[in-house]
C-alpha cells in the first residue's frame, strides 16, 4: 500500500524564501525608483532646453512659417558637389509645399494635411516613391522644426543618459524614443544639450528603414547644430553640418536656414494639389 509523502516547510527554509522575495522585491523598487528619477531630470532638462529656444507658448501660437534650406552636399574630399535652394511653406496642422529649382524645372511638393502630391515643371507627379517623398517632407520638416517642442508629444519617451563633453564643451544627453504606434517610424535619437546654454548641440539618430524612399538603415546619421539666432519668438540654429563618421571628420553635407517668417497668414489653398 502506497503512501503519500507531504513536504513541509520548516521554519528556516521559510525564512530564507521571505528574505529572498524581499530583496527581489527591493531591487525591484530601487529599479524602478531610479527610472523614475531618470525619467524626472529628462523632464526638467527638457523644460530648460524649451525655455532657450523660445519657450512652449510660442510654439503653441505658431500658425504658420516660412523659411529656406540651401543645400551643400560634399564629397569625401569635402569638396562641394553641389548645392539647392528649396523654399519651405508649413501651416498647421502638417501642411507643407516645398519648392525647388532643379534642372529639369521647378519641383514643387506638397501635403494638405490629408494626402501627398507634387509636380514638375509644372506637370503632375504621380509615382509611389514621388508622393512617399512629398509626404516625407511633411512628416520631417514639422519635426526637426518642431524640436525640441515636439518632445513634449503624447509617446514621447525621454531618458536621461548622463553628462558628457562635446569639443570641449560640458553637455548633458538626452535620449529620445517612441512608444510603439506613436508617428510613422520607429526611430531613436540622441541630443546633446550645452549646460551652459541649454542649446543643441549635437544629434545622433537612427531612422527606421523601408518606411520612406532612401531613408533610414543601420548606420546612425550624425549633424553639429549652430549658429544660433534669434528668429521672431524662436531662438533657433542656422547651420547644420552632417557626418558620416563618429570622429566628425568626414563632413558630407550643410544645411543652411534662412528667410524666416511665422505667422503670415498662409492660405490653405497653398497646399492643395494644383
Known amino acids: 500500500m ?7 516547510i520548516g521554519p528556516w527554509q521559510l525564512k530564507k524564501t521571505v528574505v529572498g522575495v524581499l ?4 531591487a525591484l523598487v530601487g529599479f524602478l525608483g531610479s527610472a523614475g ?14 525655455a ?13 512659417m516660412t523659411f529656406t534650406i540651401t543645400h551643400v552636399a560634399l564629397n569625401p574630399q569635402g569638396d562641394v558637389a553641389g548645392a539647392t535652394v528649396s523654399l519651405y511653406y508649413m501651416k498647421r496642422h502638417g501642411k507643407t509645399r516645398v519648392e525647388t529649382i532643379t534642372g529639369k524645372g521647378l519641383l514643387a511638393q506638397g501635403f494638405d494635411g490629408q494626402k501627398p502630391w507634387a509636380t514638375l515643371d509644372g506637370r503632375p507627379e ?21 524640436i525640441p517642442f515636439k518632445l513634449k508629444d503624447p509617446g514621447v519617451m525621454l531618458r536621461y543618459k548622463g553628462a558628457s563633453t562635446f569639443r570641449g564643451k560640458p553637455v548633458n544627453i538626452l535620449e529620445v524614443t517612441f512608444e510603439k504606434g506613436v508617428g ?3 526611430d531613436r535619437y540622441t541630443y546633446s544639450i550645452d549646460q551652459e546654454t541649454y542649446q543643441i548641440l549635437f544629434v545622433e539618430f537612427r531612422l527606421e528603414p523601408g518606411v520612406w524612399p532612401n531613408v533610414g538603415g543601420p548606420r546612425p546619421r550624425r ?3 549652430l549658429d544660433y539666432k534669434k528668429e521672431g519668438p524662436f531662438t533657433l540654429h542656422t547651420r547644420r553640418i552632417f557626418y558620416e563618421n563618429p570622429e566628425l571628420t568626414d563632413k558630407r553635407a550643410i544645411l543652411l536656414f534662412r528667410d524666416f517668417t511665422f505667422n503670415s497668414g498662409l492660405p490653405d489653398q497653398l497646399f492643395a494639389s494644383p
Do not use: C, P
Not at 530583496?23 to 527591493?26: G, V
Not at 507658448?57 to 500658425?63: D, G, I, R, T, Y
Open 2 to 8: 502506497s503512501r503519500k509523502t507531504e513536504h513541509h
Open 23 to 26: 530583496a527581489l522585491a527591493a
Open 37 to 50: 528619477a531618470q525619467d524626472a531630470r529628462a523632464q526638467a532638462l527638457l523644460e530648460k532646453v524649451i
Open 52 to 64: 532657450a529656444h523660445g519657450g512652449i507658448q510660442a510654439w503653441h501660437n505658431l500658425k504658420d
Open 126 to 146: 504621380t509615382s509611389e516613391e514621388a508622393l512617399k517623398r512629398a509626404h516625407f517632407l511633411s512628416v520631417n520638416w514639422w519635426y526637426w522644426m518642431g
Open 184 to 186: 510613422e517610424t520607429s
Open 223 to 225: 549633424s553639429t547644430w
